[in-house]
């Protein structure tokens, strides 16, 4: 079992299977973490390329020790200081990476389907670090990484996500990645920040969040994105906080066991009050660990290097 494309565009494009084997592959790399040593020769030779157009703290740094650990040379393009600004377009730039022998160009960009342009045009491996609202994959995967962990399962748990889905490319991905794995997904927040016929992707819309959180196992809280304030998306940021807010009296509704997530930056005391972000049911550093453990095994089957049942006696696949 491999992956079927060169690239990987959004959770969309991926099957159940392809789903598992990710998860499945990133096991052994998180294991490598507790050790002094935390390398593998895997993908030495190979360059890998970061290409982010929009701010990034997590998944940018991510990806960099992701393919440090697995031995791969690793480029950071500043945009704002590279030949972008002079007018280069998207595709000439990624063919000038190609042209420097890049194996894998990680890219985040403002516009959807700006990936999917590079993948089309290039023989490298295109990842998706994040496109407009369309999808952010390795989020949405190492979300699936940190629950399936947790819960020991991802079929049958009632996932909510809160907040802003319209403009969420994480929620997209989540909801994709979720529903593929046979999750029940439910989302809230204010009407204007929800898509209309979300419920066509089989979610489950509730705008009153207490009742949203009732028999819940995990909660996905999303970034308020504060820019969105200007488009008048919702009335008040405390008008926000009064109804969206998670706090812990809120989250009582949802199951004792329930899950804490945020994929970040979170905006403390806006989304998530500080009680709840900082509390035993989070997980949000666990996830930012699980991330380097998952983008090491989307480089290393993307690399086509993967040879099923083998492993090292280190435990990695090779
Ligand atoms: N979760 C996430 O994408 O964070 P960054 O914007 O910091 O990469």
């Known amino acids: ?30 294991s490598l973490f507790t050790r002094s040593i935390k390398k593998v020769p895997t993908l030495r030779g ?14 940018r740094t991510s990806f960099e020790i992701a393919a440090k650990r697995l031995s791969a040379d690793v480029v950071n393009i500043a945009v704002s200081s590279s030949s972008v600004v002079k007018g280069e377009s998207l595709i000439d730039t990624g063919k000038t990476m190609e042209a420097m022998k890049a194996d894998f160009i990680v890219i985040r960009h403002s516009l959807a389907g700006a990936p999917a342009v590079l993948a089309r045009n290039l023989n490298s491996s295109i990842i998706n670090a994040g496109d407009g609202f369309h999808e952010h ?3 949405g995967l190492l979300d699936l990484f940190t629950i399936r962990e947790k819960k020991r399962k ?25 529903i593929k794995m046979g999750a029940r997904v439910r989302v809230s927040g204010p009407p204007t920040l929800i898509p209309s016929g979300i419920e066509n992707m089989g979610v489950e819309v509730n705008y009153n969040l207490d009742e949203a ?34 706090t812990r009296e809120r989250l009582a509704n949802a199951r004792p066991d329930v899950l804490v ?35 090491m095994a989307v480089l290393y089957l993307l690399s086509g290097r993967f040879q099923p049942n083998k492993k090292t006696d280190r435990g990695i696949h090779e």
């Open 1 to 30: 079992m491999q992956l079927r494309q060169k690239d990987l565009l959004g959770i969309e494009h991926l099957d159940r299977k392809e789903i598992e084997l990710i998860l499945e592959a990133a096991k052994p790399f998180k």
């Open 46 to 59: 190979k360059t890998v390329v970061n290409l982010f157009y929009e701010p990034s703290t997590r998944t």
């Open 137 to 139: 994959p390795t989020q």
């Open 154 to 178: 991802i079929e049958g748990l009632t996932v909510l996500l809160v907040g802003d889905i319209l403009h969420s490319r994480v929620a997209k991905s989540n909801i994709w990645g979720l």
């Open 213 to 246: 959180l009732k028999g819940v196992d995990v909660v996905n809280i999303l970034r308020i994105q504060l820019e969105r304030q200007q488009e008048n998306l919702f009335p008040s940021v405390h008008e926000y906080m009064e109804l969206y807010q998670m």
């Open 261 to 295: 997530m945020h994929p970040g930056p979170m905006n403390r005391g806006i989304e998530i009050s500080s009680e709840v972000a900082d509390s035993p049911a989070a997980v949000i550093n666990e996830q930012v660990t699980n991330g380097i453990a998952v983008r």
